[in-house]
């Protein structure tokens, strides 16, 4: 799984090649991992218990800028993209979402169709109102989610997201979290679709998109 490790908080219009950090296959329990190759090659590795398939997300409650809770449920009906990072991330978020926002603008009347969200893995610092302004930033399309601790650990569950935070000073709120950084499509009807590469311009990703929503 392709595993960001980073440093303190910038601009989030600051845009840098995304950094591939280091690659990991421990976050324990889980039944995929995404490898990110140097060479940006993207491999999938499931694992199927009985022979099945491997699933990719599910029902989830959080909350929107606004304050309003929402559920999976109200995006029934259009395809979503769904991102998971945090407000302070240095570089990899920040550049991952500048880039969705250009794959919304390329996308032209499919934009309509589809829903980008953000979900903070950082509940604790990236509160309703710092999400709906962090997001505001990137797209007006873009919809920040934030939650409790235990609602951001069940909806990274449903996305097999890994997530832990990077504490150096016992007890300081200046902290980083390291995560896994993948776009995950999904269909109108909340079903896992495909992966997108968070390595991919703004135009690559609207080309993939594109492949999946008629």
Known sequence: MPITTESPKTSPSRRKPPSLGALSL??????????????????????SGGGGSVSIGGPFTLTEGSG?????????????????GYTYCPDVCPTTL???????????????????????????????????AFTAAFSPKLIGLTGTQAEIATVARE??????????????NNYTVDHSSVLYLMGPDGKFIAPIR???TG????????????
Do not use: H
């Open 26 to 47: 421990a976050a324990a329990g889980m039944a995929l991992a995404v490898l990110l190759i140097g060479s940006g090659t993207f491999l999938w590795l499931g694992e």
């Open 68 to 84: 309003k809770q929402v559920t999976d449920r109200d995006f029934r009906g259009k395809y979503l993209l769904v991102y998971f």
């Open 98 to 132: 500048n880039e969705v926002a250009t794959a919304m603008d390329k996308l032209g009347p499919k934009a309509a169709r589809l829903q980008p969200l953000f979900i903070t893995v950082d509940p604790a610092r990236d509160t309703p109102d710092v999400v709906k």
């Open 159 to 172: 996305y097999r997201v890994y997530y832990a935070i990077n504490r150096t000073d016992k007890g300081s």
């Open 198 to 200: 968070t390595d991919e």
């Open 203 to 214: 135009t690559e990703i609207a080309a993939t998109i594109s492949k999946y929503v008629s």
